[in-house]
Nanobody
């Protein structure tokens, strides 16, 4: 069973930082585009960031540009999301996603594999 497992979520004060990790269970995922989405209560799942399989191309949602950084280590089969300058509106469940056969995408429907999510809560 192919799995994506997120970690690193938690409770942090506004202005603080967290680093999320997403580990894939199979080596084939190293060649997949990866992304982070998030979903706040009562809202739709929204795009946060994406990275191509070699890490040369990245994309960010407007609300996180300049604060979040996506990266990946294919040797460890892991993708990261460094989140700095956190705001209360960043509170959400963060999901890792993976997609074969595309270079990079911001569209949720492009991603075939999803993790279970990790909660990020930003307090005032």
């Amino acid at each position: 069973q192919v799995q994506l497992v997120e970690s690193g979520g938690g409770l942090v004060q506004a202005g603080g930082s967290l680093r999320l990790s997403c580990a894939a269970s199979e080596r084939t995922f190293a060649s997949y585009a990866k992304a982070w989405f998030r979903q706040a209560p009562g809202k739709e799942r929204e795009f946060v960031s994406a990275i191509s399989w070699l890490g040369r191309t990245t994309a960010y949602g407007d609300s996180v540009k300049g604060r979040f950084t996506i990266s990946r280590d294919n040797a460890k089969n892991t993708v990261y999301l460094q989140m700095n300058g956190l705001k209360q509106e960043d509170t959400a469940v963060y999901y890792c996603a993976a997609a074969p056969n595309i270079r990079i995408s911001v569209a949720r429907y492009e991603y075939n594999y999803w993790g279970q999510g990790t909660q990020v809560t930003v307090s005032s």
